[in-house]
């Protein structure tokens, strides 16, 4: 089992460009979930997809972020335009169908700067 | 929503000391309380959950115990090694909707030698 994957792992770009995070959940996990973890707000949920459709996403910030799960093995977090306030370590985490359906699985996150 | 509380924010220990960390939680709804290990470059990993029809639950040298009438829970690290040091989270599930959960701001552990 690989895991979730996530690229890239680091990512650094200028104000205003946009960036685009990319998220391999495990197979067979139908939710598919995105956290930003900064020093301040520590963990965050942005949103959350159950079946490929986006079930909650009270937690993206602002329009400038938007999410699409295509279908059950891809999903991509967008940001547009990037600010400097977007630095975060951003995790994308399934969750197995069936028994011990709470559980989440964390991929290795994307580290991204805005200059 | 849920607040989640995590004490202390950084607890350094002798290495074969036990390590103890506690976590407080509002919604009495909740019923599930994973614990995850953060290490340095990597993403959260789960060590070990318990859920709200369980007291205590046990795994090796990891265990977690749940008070819900005080809405508190803990994280016991027994025999610490250097490899136990990480960051360690506590979180609860929403009671209302139960895929989301509310992290506690962490816990920086450092077994020394």
């Known amino acids: 089992d690989a895991g979730v994957i996530q690229s890239p792992r680091h990512e650094v770009t200028e104000m205003g460009q946009e960036v685009t995070l990319r998220c391999k959940p495990i197979?067979?996990?139908?939710?598919l979930f995105w956290y930003r973890q900064t020093m301040m707000r520590g963990l965050e949920l942005l949103i959350y997809f159950n079946n490929n459709v986006p079930i909650d996403d009270s937690g993206m910030p602002e329009d400038r972020f938007s999410a699409k799960m295509p279908n059950a093995s891809f999903s991509t977090l967008k940001i547009q335009p990037s600010e400097p306030r977007d630095s975060a370590v951003y995790f994308c985490a399934s969750r197995p169908t069936g028994g011990g359906w709470e559980t989440q699985y964390f991929g290795p996150g994307t580290r991204l700067l805005v200059l | 929503g849920e607040n989640v509380e995590q004490h202390p924010s950084t607890l350094s220990v002798q290495e074969g000391d036990s390590a103890v960390i506690k976590c407080t939680y509002s919604?009495?709804?909740?019923?599930?309380f994973p614990w995850y290990k953060q290490e340095l470059g990597k993403g959260p990993q789960l060590i070990i959950d318990i859920r709200s029809n369980v007291g205590e639950k046990k795994d090796q040298r990891i265990a977690v115990t749940l008070n819900k009438t005080a809405k508190h829970f803990s994280l016991h690290i027994t025999e610490t090694q250097p490899e136990d040091s990480a960051v360690y989270f506590c979180?609860?599930?929403?009671?209302?909707?139960?895929?989301?959960?509310?992290f506690g701001a962490g816990t920086t552990v450092t077994v020394r030698a």
């Open positions: 919604d009495s709804a909740s019923n599930y």
């Open positions: 197979s067979g996990h139908n939710s």
């Open positions: 979180a609860a599930s929403d009671g209302t909707n139960d895929y989301k959960l509310s």
